[in-house]
């Protein structure tokens, strides 16, 4: 079996260099980039199975534009990415986030962290996108197309968004916390605020609400929130 490309996009090359070690030790190859530019061309190339992405890089454009350019392109959307930051920009984890990242690194970051994290995400990548779509209501989501339909029109839904109604679409039926939704959608050590995702429910049921789909997704009082086909009694 090939091994899984991880595309590193860093402009110091000291940690460029520790990362490829890192992951090479860990059985990946790597590709670098120093820019957005070099970073686009080895996407297009040779289409990465993630891509570590620093924030921070050097021109006008940085980690977050190019990640959520990647997010919007039909053709990389599914390529997980996973930002890097400086310790101190906590706030940018939630641009991040919001920008489609698929989880978030604080430098410095041990060797172990870095690997664990990107096995994490890979699995969580591949198991979404394995499926035929799923049909619940008159939901149906297409993990492999990213498309989420009702009655076939397509619904424009954001990465955030998205991520969070496949999670309940693949997980009907059962109550979940709000922490414990931060951990499945956005991946374990990710430091925002429980109330964070109450904005996203708030986003997702106004998105679904015009084709009465806002339901699906109930409030479960002292606990958080359940994605449910069976009515709740108001
Ligand atoms: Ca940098």
Redesign the pocket.
């Known amino acids: 079996m090939q091994n899984e490309r991880i595309l590193i996009v ?3 090359p000291a ?1 460029s260099e520790m990362i490829v070690m890192t992951l090479e030790m860990a059985g990946f190859d790597c590709l670098q980039a120093a820019n957005i530019s070099e970073a686009h061309q080895q996407v297009v190339d040779h289409r990465p199975a993630l891509i570590l992405l ?5 021109g006008d454009k940085n ?1 977050i534009y190019f990640c959520r350019m990647l997010k919007k392109d039909q053709m990389y959307a599914e390529i997980p990415v996973i930002m ?1 930051t ?1 310790r101190g920009e906590e706030n940018n984890k939630v641009h991040g986030l919001d920008a489609g990242a698929d989880d978030y690194i604080t430098k410095p970051f041990s060797t172990r962290e870095l690997v664990s994290r990107i096995k994490a995400v890979l699995r969580r990548s591949s198991s979404l996108s394995a499926d035929k779509p799923i049909d619940i209501g008159k939901l149906s989501l297409d993990t492999k197309s990213q498309r989420l339909t009702t009655e076939g029109k397509v619904i424009d839904i954001g990465p955030t968004e998205y991520r969070l109604l496949a999670f309940f679409m693949t997980h009907p039926e059962r109550a979940y916390t709000r922490t414990q939704l931060l951990d499945q959608v956005w991946g374990g050590n990710v430091y925002i605020e429980d109330r964070t995702i109450d904005v996203h429910i708030r986003r997702l049921r106004k998105l679904l609400q015009p084709y009465d789909c806002d339901r699906l997704i109930q409030t479960v009082r002292g606990t958080g929130y359940r994605f449910s086909s069976l009515l709740q009694a108001d």
Do not use: S, T
């Open positions: 860093e402009d110091e940690i620093d924030w921070m890089l050097p980690g890097l400086a």
